[in-house]
């Protein structure tokens, strides 16, 4: 399975400004996700990152706030934008492995831990 | 639209007892369903999943899970706890003809020694 690694791991942040968390992967990956997981919930899917496209943004969640970039097949950044205390989360990205099925695990880095004062 | 459910928020075990983990889907077509593990302070890791074939599935860690059809349900389970196998556990599922996963609430396991 593909190793993955997450840029920073925790940070503390203040109230307006702007974070970018990076996401390396040892191989080449088709698919790239980024997840918010706020205090005590789930798992809510904040894009899908492709590379050469523009990303994927689900219900709720806007370019303008979590610009993502994808640049190749091993990096994906996500940066997230004036920030308020309710951006106070665990940001995680996945990758699926491409083996050309539709059933494919997902692989998840070890997350970034963000809390906004 | 795909959803997950566990009905529990936390399951409590004597270690060396049998562990259940629910969890019960709904999908459109043909479910492909997952369950991970999440520790403190760490990433999701991947148990097991059921894509087809036999309807028990045999993952990570002596963890397996019975995909039941006609139940839409996803039970983990593990016959004999450990106390490292307190942790957080996430079921997931996504319908055949998407990429996306939806997770369900997690259920939170604690093994007493």
């Known amino acids: 399975s593909a190793v993955i690694s997450q840029k920073p791991s925790r940070d503390i942040c203040q109230r307006g400004t702007s974070l970018t968390i990076q996401c390396q992967v040892d191989s080449q990956v088709t698919m790239m996700f980024w997840y918010r997981q706020q205090p005590g919930q789930s798992l809510t899917l904040i894009a899908t990152a492709n590379q050469g496209s523009e990303a994927t943004y689900e219900s709720g969640f806007v370019i303008d706030k979590f610009p993502i970039s994808r640049p190749n097949l091993t990096f994906s950044t996500l940066t997230v934008s004036n920030m308020s205390p309710e951006d106070s989360s665990i940001y995680l990205c996945?990758?699926?492995?491409?083996?050309?099925?539709?059933?494919?695990?997902?692989?998840f880095g070890p997350g970034t831990r963000l809390t906004v004062l | 639209a795909q959803s997950v459910a566990q009905p529990e928020d936390q399951v409590n075990v004597a270690e060396g007892n049998p562990l259940t983990v629910k969890c019960t889907y709904s999908v459109s077509g043909n479910p492909y369903l997952f369950w991970y593990v999440q520790y403190p302070n760490r990433g999701l890791q991947f148990l097991l999943k059921y894509i087809t074939g036999d309807n028990l599935v045999k993952g990570s860690y002596g963890f397996e899970a019975e995909f039941n059809k006609s139940q839409t349900s996803f039970h983990l389970k593990k016959p004999s706890a450990l106390v490292s196998d307190s942790a957080l556990y996430f079921c997931?599922?996504?319908?055949?003809?998407?990429?996306?996963?939806?997770f369900g609430a997690g259920t939170t396991v604690t093994v007493r020694a």
């Open positions: 997931a599922v996504r319908d055949m003809r998407d990429y996306k996963l939806s």
């Open positions: 996945s990758v699926e492995e491409s083996t050309g099925g539709y059933y494919n695990e997902q692989f």
